[in-house]
């Protein structure tokens, strides 16, 4: 699928699962694209969500998605928070 096939949220989103690289596929897997997307959902959420957007957020996310989540946060050096932590207790 091409981006210009893309006219649902759910092509959206099948789209983005199963992206490699802005160039397509062939290339490299591109992590540093893939997150410029990631941080654009997290400026709009950022922009446009309310409080109450965040209150009942369990079934969103699966096991393994959360673990993605939270080596994403422990990799950034910005982070002085250790996210195993928060979430064992």
């Known amino acids: ?3 210009k096939d893309i ?3 759910d092509k959206l989103v099948q789209f983005l699962e ?3 690289a802005f160039d397509g596929d062939g ?3 591109d992590i540093n694209g893939l997150l410029s997307i990631l941080r654009a959902c997290l400026r709009n959420l ?3 969500s309310i409080e109450a957007d965040f209150d009942d957020l ?3 996310f ?3 998605e959360i673990q993605i ?3 994403l946060l422990n990799g950034t050096k910005r982070s002085s928070f250790d996210y195993h932590t928060k979430l064992d207790q």
């Open 69 to 71: 989540l939270i080596k």
């Open 1 to 3: 699928m091409e981006f």
């Open 18 to 20: 199963n992206w490699i």
């Open 62 to 64: 699966d096991e393994p």
């Open 27 to 29: 290339y490299d897997y």
């Open 58 to 60: 369990d079934d969103v």
């Open 7 to 9: 006219d649902t949220g």
């Open 46 to 48: 950022s922009k446009h």
